[in-house]
């Protein structure tokens, strides 16, 4: 049974910053691609950043709203997955997921629809 379980999330003032992790267990994740979305009140869950588990390539959301500030990275002997967060905003709070997905097709990445595995989410506020 796939698991994958977040952590790290809480209260933070803007302009500080967190690492989420998200623990991955129940199958081999060798060939998958680890995402993480997020989702505000009122809004749709969106797509932040992703890497390859194989390859440690990585892929961010083609906006101005994380690219430079977040980072994703994995820990294979710990079958691990984290998102630093530098100078976070208050636009930033948001419940955070961890997905699962068999593929690492660039152009669909920020398809929800396409992750095969959820977190339950992980909350991250933002104070101004």
């Known amino acids: 049974q796939v698991q994958l379980v977040e952590s790290g999330g809480g209260l933070v003032q803007a302009g500080g910053s967190l690492r989420l992790s998200c623990a991955a267990s129940?199958?081999?994740?060798?060939?998958?691609?680890m995402g993480w979305f997020r989702q505000a009140p009122g809004k749709e869950r969106e797509f932040v950043a992703a890497?390859?588990?194989?390859?440690?390539?990585?892929?961010?959301a083609d906006s101005d709203s994380v690219k430079g500030r977040f980072t994703i990275s994995r820990d294979i002997t710990k079958n691990r997955v984290y998102l630093q967060m530098n100078t976070l905003k208050p636009e930033d709070t948001a419940v955070y997921y961890c997905?699962?997905?068999?593929?690492?097709?660039?152009?669909?990445?920020?398809?929800?629809?396409?992750?095969?595995?959820w977190g339950q989410g992980t909350q991250v506020t933002v104070s101004s």
């Open positions: 890497i390859s588990w194989r390859f440690g390539s990585s892929y961010y």
């Open positions: 997905a699962a997905r068999r593929d690492f097709t660039t152009a669909t990445l920020e398809r929800k629809d396409l992750y095969d595995y």
């Open positions: 129940g199958r081999t994740f060798s060939s998958y691609t």
